[in-house]
């Protein structure tokens, strides 16, 4: 691990420069015309927009870098997802298979009210073909653990599991119009809708 510790150290200095660096452009060439510069110091603004441009700048060179392998575009997203599930589980996370009840956010979904509660199978290991299952309405640019995005109220919609399978190490579900998600993407499995006036109705 010498040689890999060495490029570690030296990435690790060279990013910590790229941060610095951009935190003096920014204080040198936008954060002096800034309406909330007054208050940059307790909000840390600066700060934050530095760390979160860095690491976007980062996460789209490793993506270019496999895109130039050809990786596909669904692999690419498994291996983030992955990545991102053991970055996790290093902290002491565990992504356990349970059952939860939920309330919709407003605008989460236009086909249900806000404050509408749904019995969510969360982190699913496997998925049959003919259950509902919760996806994003809309790919994002850094992909987000299924269960992360559903809770941070990211708009879903529903859709039916035609085919569950594996490939190249990967858990992947396929639904309509032959669109392919892997399974780390997938908020959840509905299980029942459950809407204040009637209980015990399940649909969508």
């Not at 690419?76 to 356990?96: D, H, M, V």
Request: with cysteine.
């Amino acid at each position: 691990m010498g040689k890999l510790q060495e490029q570690l150290d030296k990435f690790q200095d060279t990013a910590g420069a790229a941060y610095q660096e951009i935190m003096d452009t920014l204080e040198d060439k936008y954060c002096w015309k800034c309406p909330m510069r007054s208050t940059s110091i307790n909000s840390h603004c600066r700060e934050i927009h530095s760390m979160k441009v860095l690491q976007e700048a980062l996460d789209q060179g490793i993506r270019e870098k496999l895109g130039e392998t050809g990786v596909s575009s669904v692999l690419l997203e498994s291996l983030i997802l992955r990545t991102t599930k053991k970055r996790f589980k290093n902290q002491g996370g565990a992504a356990r298979e349970k059952t939860i009840i939920m309330d919709v956010s407003p605008g989460q979904n236009l086909n249900l009210e806000p404050g509408t509660q749904l019995m969510v199978k969360i982190n699913p290991k496997k998925i049959r073909e003919g259950e509902r299952i919760m996806i994003l309405c809309e790919s994002t640019e850094s992909p987000v653990l299924g269960v992360c995005a559903l809770i941070m109220g990211f708009p879903f919609r529903v859709t039916v599991v035609e085919r569950f399978f594996h490939e190249n190490n990967f858990w992947y579900v396929e639904v309509k119009n032959k669109k392919i998600f892997p399974l780390k993407s997938i908020l959840g499995v509905l299980i029942k809708v459950i809407r204040k006036d009637q209980p015990e109705i399940s649909y969508l």
